[in-house]
């Protein structure tokens, strides 16, 4: 398979280019297997220190690969939703960064052979050099990984206008992944679905940076009424 897949799956999904499916031609393009090198990330992290207003690694940390993470796994999901099997090897995957180093649409260039095989050797990888640069715990990166599998498959449902099916995909998916990645978990509310977090981003934790609606770190009551406002938004 060559990029020509992910444009036949891309061209089945509603909004594709906003999901990262296809990439801005002014954005630099790397290979997805310097992700999971730690230099590399440990030098990414410190030029966005200024632009976070914060000098604290394991939250730079923590806070790209919130971004990051939903970007890396796109292509294998949307893959994954539309039955066009895409791989989630990092040497298949090349991804596009932004100016303030982060990344924004990924490209696989081949066919899934054993997608649950393929993204815990991706994520193993990715992780432990996040967690490197970061001077933090890997657990805490795997479970924003597993919040972005649910978030992304929630989304590609939406984008395809079937979300039970495309959400009920994310329980088989984590468990071919195996641990330490989390199950993903969601919870409807006024009839809309929403991911039940197991991460906290630390967004919250940057100069002027908010709260996430669904961040496991409020109140449930307080999230159960902002998840309801949500609702009645969508």
Do not use: H, K
């Not at 596009?96 to 815990?120: C, K, Q």
Request: hydrophobic share 45%; net charge positive; charged share 15%.
């Amino acid at each position: 398979m060559t990029e020509g897949g992910q444009a036949a799956v891309a061209g089945r999904i509603r909004g594709a280019a906003a999901l990262g499916l296809l990439p801005p031609p002014s954005a630099d393009v790397v290979p997805a297997t310097l992700l999971a090198d730690a230099s590399w990330t440990a030098q990414l992290l410190a030029a966005r220190a200024p632009r976070q207003g914060t000098g604290d690694r394991r939250v730079l940390a923590t806070v790209w690969w919130y971004s990051a993470s939903t970007v890396l796994l796109t292509p294998s999901l949307a893959g994954l939703a539309t039955g066009v099997p895409l791989s989630a090897r990092l040497p298949d995957t090349a991804v596009s960064m932004s100016a303030g180093g982060l990344p924004v649409a990924a490209v696989s260039s081949a066919s899934a052979a054993d997608l649950g095989t393929e993204l815990r050797e991706s994520l193993a990888a990715v992780v432990a050099a996040v967690a490197e640069a970061g001077r933090m715990r890997e657990r805490p990166l795997w479970a924003i990984a597993t919040d972005s599998i649910a978030n992304r498959l929630l989304a590609l449902g939406r984008a395809v206008g079937d979300v039970p099916r495309a959400t009920g995909l994310a329980a088989p998916l984590a468990a071919a992944i195996g641990p330490p990645l989390p199950a993903p978990r969601y919870v409807d509310v006024a009839g809309v679905r929403f991911t039940r977090r197991a991460s906290c981003c630390l967004l919250y934790r940057v100069p002027d940076g908010p709260t996430c609606t669904s961040c496991p770190r409020r109140p449930p009551a307080e999230r159960q009424v902002l998840l309801e406002d949500a609702a009645t938004r969508l």
